[in-house]
């Protein structure tokens, strides 16, 4: 079969090298892809949220499943297109890409359907907002009702900085109409966890668990981007978590979109906070995370093509899979800047080196080629994923792997999977 995956990132690398291991498998295509995909895929030129463009060509070149990898085509209702004119693709539809698309739709179901979560408000006047947040008092979190790239949820240490970030989203608009409405809310402590599950509307089938490291520096220090790295399995997610995860999260959710006349049908991914073994559910997104699906899918045994399908077809309680018992570290390898502006172009050195590794995969995000030369071409540029008995081994072989890849001000941190070790 030829398959179509959409997007550009280090989840597409890892989403493509995955499909293309399918024995089922005859062709795959990404649109827009990078240099490393094209190592796996016939790239092309498309762009993610070209909608049409991608319709066009999956049409032309009789695409037998298409497969989503960003949020933004999601939320545009590119599967409820696809699917009007015939064609097969694996993601959620428009309705139920709205618990990613919308923080306060996502807040309500949360609320309706009892799933665990912080308390909140939400506000679509500022002076309002900005009353509460003086009410409440700090630390508080400020959150961009829509799609802001990953940038709109603002922790605050004190009020004055939660009312200026009220202020910055709906008065100078920095998230665009992203910011009409904000969910002000309790800050949560506690340690993160990123799960994330296949579903058909009904059954789940869960991914290895995963923790990603958002913030910029080592120690997490310094701000927010879209994940520094990510290690699976996450030890936080105990036999004990997980089961409550599946019955006080997940279960709820799911049954809580079919409901309301949304069926979920896709891939979930639940943001958590967990505090003394009790999840809280921090956000939703409609779609694979980034980086964590590189670290999930090197541990994914056995065929991907057969779940996708059954997620559509609702078949999806007929499947299980198994997951390597070795733990799997990804680590970010980032331009000089990000997650503000960065340099592009910068030549990148080492990568036939580590391509001899036993156990490690580069994924590349953002890279292109120019004049035959791998050159970086965005603010994440690879995450070099590496495999290990342990955590500790897996963390060893990936720094071994980083350490031989260099470029002009590549930045990275170097404590990947640290929070691991001491649940070991
Ligand atoms: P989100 O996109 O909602 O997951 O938020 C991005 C990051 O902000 C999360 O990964 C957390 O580190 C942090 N965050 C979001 N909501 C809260 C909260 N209620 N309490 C503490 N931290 C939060
Ligand atoms: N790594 C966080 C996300 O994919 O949203």
Known sequence: MKVLVVGGGGREHALVWKIAASPKVSKVFCAPGNAGISEQATIVPIKANDLNGLLEFALKEKIDLTVVGPEDPLTRGIVDLFESKGLSIFGASRKAAEIEGSKAFAKEMMKKYRIPTAFYEIFDNQKEAEKYIRKQGAPIVVKADGLAAGKGVIVCKTVAEAIQSVRKIMAEKIFGEAGDRVVVEEYLVGEEASYIAFTDGKAILPL?????????????????????????????????????????????????????????????????????????????????????????????????????EACMKGTLSQHQVEWDKRASVSVVMASKGYPEDYEKGKVIRGLKDVSKMEGVFVFHAGTSLKDGEMVTNGGRVLGVTGLGEDIPKAIERTYQAVKKISWDGVHYRTDIGQKALCWL
């Open 208 to 308: 290895a668990s995963s923790q990603d490291h958002k913030p910029i520096f080592d120690r997490d220090q310094g701000p927010n981007t879209g994940g520094m790295g990510a290690y699976s399995p996450a030890p936080v997610v105990t036999k004990e978590v997980h089961e409550r995860i599946i019955e006080k999260i997940l279960r709820p959710i799911i049954y809580g979109m079919e409901e309301e006349g949304r069926t979920y049908r896709g891939v979930l991914y639940a943001g958590l906070m967990i505090y003394d073994g009790h999840p809280k559910a921090l956000e939703f997104n409609a779609r694979f995370g980034d980086p964590e699906t590189q670290p999930v899918l090197m541990r994914m045994k056995g065929d991907i093509i057969p779940i996708l």
